[in-house]
């Protein structure tokens, strides 16, 4: 019998570790060397039971259920926990089926129909209907909605539900990428109420765990749906815990408190991979980390300012610092380059006094004082990245006065509420879709307040646009436009960089989101 069929009968528990290693000795192989075959095999494959905890380093007290308001990461993986969206994102950034078993376009992809699984049940037992889906969009796309989802689902002119099986939408426009904003974590369907609208309270839904504890902004156990729709997940409960102060996140996981933590100290990141418990995953993704700019604000409201700190700001050194290396300085273009249509702005920013200096007086000023909000409720480093920003401007006539805010409250509070501060993004598989959540004029997200006609006019444009050169040479405008006018900086585009105990295993990891794209509580088990 050779390796390769002895390891796929120690993956599925057919061959145990002795006979595995009488037969590898056998054949030649040391002791050392089969007993390294013999447990990557095991781990291979997926096996049920155990208690999965996670330190999640977002959350706050006033987080919700409503999904609606979803905007943090620990927010989100409750939407991940408790529901499932109509399609999902593989390990090759492909939209693929989820509560929905095909979707297919027509009339110029104007028309999708989407055709349910049949038997998906949600955690009461209750089948899934096309009627809960309508709703649940619905509730989205309602003109008193405030969902962050919202402006996605803005193309849509009709949803109608044909039968119990088959959904269909309607839009005002052809949209080859409509499968993609499916899958929006903020979509996750619920149950339709007989009264209107959906019941997202309960926090019943399609979503691999039941939930048992909800703490908002502290704490979130679930137990495993048994009537899961698909083949996870393998951890009997799962505990999600908001530890925002990476220190204490990164503790948790060595004293063995929790069995994952993502967003680790990139500082002592060295002296945890010694740790020969643990397990450091480093993934290459859509994520930045900016610092918007209000341009309703002053002085923000003048473009040479917004370029003045542009180039102020040394990139390079941030990323050396604050993330050591796991990631690359951005160019105030949000488009990950590993995403279609993505393009390299000219000219790239990089730290320029001379810059600076040249369009602060053409702003009308020969010196600046400003104040940048930062906390690391953000990002892990924001308020080392705000400390690196003063310095470097200081150099340009620019005073940054570095605020440095309470960490719970922050998305509240702060954000899209002071004037200069910090925030992330996860990033979108598709230009269409990033730039119609955080770009687009009434974007719900938009946490600049820019407007720019034209690229507001490209944005409709390019989404309906069939044509792949003219689609790309659209999109090309519109990011160059976004460098130069608007009020985004892009620090940086940041790895996933997460730890976990070497108990736990998994397979290939998606990069379009951390926490394995959201999956990692439905797909990850213990070896």
Known sequence: MDLKTMQSLARRGRMGRRDFIQMALAAGVTVTAAETLF????????????????????????????PAT???????????????????????????????????????????????KKGVEFHNGRSLKAADVVATYNYHRDENSKS??????????????????????????GSADFPYITTDYHLPIFQAL?????????????GPFAMQNYQPGVKFTGKRHANFHKDGPYFDEIELLAIVDVAARQNALITGDVDY??????????????????????????????????????????????LALKWAIDRE??????????????????????????????PVYAYDPDKAKFHLKKAGLSSLAIDLSASDAAFAGAVDAAVLMKESAGKCGIDINVIKEANDGYWDAVWMKKPWCFSYWSGRPTADWMFTTAYAADAAWNDTFWKNDRFNELLLKARAETDEQSRAAMYTEMQQILHDDGGIMVLMFNNFTSAHSDKVAHGDLNSNYDHDGG???ERWWFA
């Open 70 to 116: 979803w905007a943090n990461a620990f927010s989100a993986d409750v939407g991940f926990v408790l529901g499932s969206c109509l399609t999902g994102i593989d390990q090759k950034n492909n939209v693929v089926p989820d509560l929905a078993e095909s979707f297919e376009p027509s009339d110029e992809a104007k028309t999708w129909v989407f055709k349910l």
């Open 317 to 346: 050194e941030i990323v050396k610092k604050v993330l050591l290396g796991h990631g690359t300085p951005g160019n105030d273009n949000p488009l990950a380059p590993s995403i279609k249509f993505a393009t390299q702005p000219e």
């Open 39 to 66: 447990a990557d095999a095991a781990r291979a494959e997926p096996k049920k039971g155990g208690k999965f905890r996670a330190g999640i380093g977002h959350g706050q007290t006033s987080d919700s259920l409503d």
């Open 261 to 306: 933590i993502d967003r680790v100290d990139l500082k002592t990141l060295n002296l945890l991979q010694r740790n020969p418990g643990i397990k450091v995953t480093d993934i290459t993704g859509f994520s930045h980390y900016v610092a918007p700019m209000d341009v309703r604000a002053k002085p923000f409201d003048n473009v040479d300012v917004r």
């Open 148 to 173: 962050g989802a919202k402006p996605a689902l803005a193309d849509i002119t009709e949803i109608t539900a044909d039968g119990d099986e088959t959904v269909i939408f309607k839009l005002k426009a």
């Open 519 to 521: 999956y990692i509580f």
């Open 194 to 206: 007989d009264g209107g609208g959906v019941d997202w309270k309960s926090g019943i839904g399609t």
